[in-house]
């Protein structure tokens, strides 16, 4: 059998941990070629390079800021060469900060925009260029259930991953013409990230309204954007997915 | 006596033959608040519980809501304080398990408020502790979250490392040691150790002062402590400093010990005791360095140019408002002073965070009150208050970095750095014995068969009757008198609120 992703040419936009590097080593194992960009911890993202090159190709990896438009063009760009196009972009990349409103100060709400908003729309703009001109791929934006559902949320950044419900609509309708798929796919908390953190009280209020009693792991996630992404899903664009255990 | 106005009336003890006797808490035009009882045998006996009768009286009125013992051991059968077991009159469930795991000690203190036994010392077998322990984790429903380790001096027992690797594979995350700090300023392999086990120390500094630690400790042992001290904080281990308050001897000195517990990263709290008279050292030290619960508190105001004060202190809600007094400190990493969480939150909102705990835990109450704190100064545009919202936004950014997560445990960890806690403990002697109080206690001493008995009870009667403690036990009195019930008290349950 085929490998869900064979030969699929992808991008992972901060890739180096938690959800983002599951998302690169599921790609791998299912035989994509990956690559995936990070900001900060040079540790990290070579590490992350060693496993997702033993799950398959070796990654292509790229350092920046996804809200620098440049980074954006110069690693799509690279990719082009490097690949002659891409097939799929997965904007991961996002930042969060529990505070309430009256600590968030204007550096704070541009800071959390700029990476989880402007950052997806300048990897998504710079993508959509070969996208277009193949006249296919996907774009699947990682949102938040905490822009779904109602729960205490730092209002920035529940408002950035709203946002990118918004982008997720417009942008489906906008390239759908072209065959370009643009989904959101929204996870509760995980095993990697803010559900590390989470005081024990919270998780344990949190998991009593789960369904399913836990939290997510990275790797369920990162194997549901994997079909989200495949030549599987053919007619799901503009689609909102809710992974969260039933919360 | 003329002048007079009773406060409450209550059961006390004797000071001589122990055994119990009405008492009556009064008011005196001096604006103090004394004890005052009579034993058949041995006469009146007249004790001064405080300088304040209106602190005395204001702090009373806060009792905490009753939280009835997981079992009871014992009928009520002589009175308080002499079925403890606990009996079914207790009204505290156990919050800080004390287990005595020897007699043995490396120093006598002439203040030691218990019996020590060096000849033929007891050490708490494996067993015996195991027992210990699965009494305590059954009895907290498997949530059990706190040990306290004590002597004798705990660092001479020979399988304490083996306690420490139990209660951390119980799942109890704050596992205190009890010490001088002799043994572990000569061995930093055990502090090695203690680090690696997670346990923290509660060390007895009382003094920076030759006179005073020669009549408080027997010796001088500054260098010993600070010794001590510079190998916890090298390794990590979270400390609890522990001054016992004498008047005249060192309590001008508790705003220069408090400075050095905010000064030294490794130290957590500070748990200043007022001196008790019980046990081998205690019994016998002059009366003259009493000192009640607001006295240290003033002591403290004092002696720190008011960076605490009395207001800034709430007490415990799960023991006798007379028993625990705390205040917590918010951290500034930049080096300026440490702000009260008083100073921006209400007392009422601290003591509701604290709840069912001796210590802040991270809790929905505690997430409640910093944020509605937040939100006030914010709101009030209090120029004042930006240091403060400053340093919560620093706090938050610690306990949730965003570049990086961190674990659950290092989260916390994370919050503790940020804060420092200051608690005035009050323990009782046969004086000043109060069954109202000693009825409220939260703090026990635990047996392997499941008894637990209140640590002022412990130190006064019971310990002293065991031949673990002593080469020649003392008997019981007749134990006749005792309150066998207790009324409610006015405002129980409502934090005064």
């Given at each position: 059998m085929t490998a869900r992703l064979q030969g699929k040419r992808c991008l992972v936009t901060g890739g180096s941990r938690g959800l983002g590097l599951a998302i690169c080593e599921a790609f791998a194992r299912a035989g994509a070629r990956v690559a995936f960009t990070y900001s900060t911890h040079d540790d990290d993202a070579e590490e992350a390079r060693a496993r997702i090159g033993a799950c398959g190709t070796p990654a292509l990896v790229f350092k920046g800021s996804v809200a620098d438009a440049a980074h954006a063009q110069q690693t799509v760009g690279a990719l082009a060469r490097e690949?002659?196009?891409?097939d799929v972009l997965v904007n991961n990349a996002g930042i969060n900060q529990i505070l309430p409103i009256a600590l968030v100060e204007e550096t704070d709400w541009d800071l959390v925009m700029g990476v989880n908003v402007k950052g997806a729309f300048l990897f998504s703009r710079a993508a959509l260029k070969p996208m277009i001109r193949a006249r296919r791929g996907h774009i699947l934006n990682i949102g938040a259930f905490s822009s779904e559902r109602v729960i205490e949320s730092p209002v920035h950044y529940a408002a950035s991953k709203s946002a990118l419900r918004g982008l997720t609509e417009a942008m489906a309708r906008e390239v759908g013409r072209y065959g370009i798929l643009v989904n959101l796919l929204s996870p509760g908390l995980l095993d990697v990230g803010l559900g590390q953190m989470v005081p024990q009280q919270r998780l344990k209020e949190y998991l009593d309204k789960c369904p399913l009693g836990r939290v997510g792991t990275a790797v369920e996630v990162a194997s549901a954007a994997a079909f989200l992404v495949s030549d599987a899903n053919t007619f799901m664009t503009a689609g909102k997915v809710l992974l969260d255990g039933g919360l | 006596m003329p002048g007079d106005r009773v406060l409450h009336e209550t059961t006390s003890l004797c000071s001589r033959c122990k055994n119990a006797v009405e008492a009556l808490v009064v008011a005196v035009p001096e604006g103090e608040v004394w004890m005052r009882k009579s034993c058949e045998e041995h006469g009146r006996q007249d004790v001064r519980l405080s300088d304040d009768a209106s602190w005395y009286e204001s702090t009373r009125t806060l009792m905490p809501a009753t939280a009835a013992p997981?079992?009871?051991?014992?009928?009520?059968?002589?009175?308080c304080p002499f079925d403890c077991g606990p009996c079914t009159s207790h009204q505290q469930k156990v919050r800080l398990p004390v287990v005595t795991i020897t007699s043995a000690c490396n120093l006598d203190c002439p203040i030691c408020y218990v019996h020590n036994k060096n000849e033929g010392p007891y050490h708490m077998g494996i067993e015996e502790f195991r027992a210990i322990l699965g009494h305590l984790t059954r009895d907290h429903g498997g949530e059990l979250d706190i040990v306290n380790f004590t002597g004798?001096?705990?660092?001479?027992?020979?399988h304490l490392l083996d306690f420490l690797e139990m209660a951390r594979d119980a799942g109890i995350h704050r596992v205190t040691v009890c010490s001088n700090g002799i043994r572990l300023a000569r061995d930093e392999e055990l502090v090695k150790r203690l680090a690696e086990l997670g346990a923290r120390v509660a060390l007895s500094f009382d003094s920076f002062e030759k006179l005073a630690d020669h009549q408080l400790q027997g010796a001088h042992l500054l260098a010993t402590k600070t010794r001590c001290l510079d190998l916890l904080e090298k390794h990590g281990v979270d400390t609890t400093l522990i001054p016992v308050m004498t008047r005249g001897i060192n309590d001008h000195e508790v705003g220069r010990i408090l400075a050095l517990g905010l000064r030294r990263s490794n130290i957590r709290h500070l748990e200043i005791h007022t001196i008790t008279y019980t046990g081998q050292g205690g019994a016998s030290f002059s009366r003259e360095g009493r000192m009640s619960m607001h006295e240290v508190l003033r002591e403290i105001e004092r002696t720190t140019d008011g960076l605490l004060t009395p207001q800034d202190f709430v007490p415990s809600p799960c023991a006798h408002p007379l028993c625990y007094q705390i205040a917590y400190l918010l951290l500034d990493p930049a080096g300026g002073p440490p702000i009260p969480f008083t100073r921006f939150m209400p007392r009422s909102a601290l003591s509701e965070a604290l709840a069912d705990r001796l210590y802040l835990e991270p809790s929905p109450r505690l997430e409640r009150a910093m944020h509605d704190a937040i939100d006030r100064l914010w709101a009030e545009e209090?120029?004042?208050a930006e240091r403060t919202l400053q340093l919560l936004k620093k706090l938050l950014a610690d306990v949730f970095p965003s570049a990086r997560p961190i674990s659950r445990a290092e989260s916390m960890r994370a919050s503790e750095r940020a804060v420092k806690a200051v608690y005035v403990h009050s323990h009782m002697d046969e004086e000043t014995f109060d069954t109202e109080r000693a009825a409220m206690c939260c703090a026990s001493n635990c047996y392997a068969d499941g008894t637990t008995v209140p640590v002022c009870n412990y130190n006064v009667l019971?310990?002293?009757?065991e031949s673990r403690f002593r080469k020649v036990p003392r008997e019981w009195n007749e134990r006749r008198g005792g309150r066998r019930s207790f009324l409610p008290v006015l405002n129980a349950g409502s934090g005064g609120k």
């Open positions: 690949w002659g196009g891409i | 997981a079992r009871t051991m014992r009928e009520v059968e002589h009175g004798g001096e705990p660092t001479v027992h020979p209090d120029p004042a019971y310990r002293e009757k």
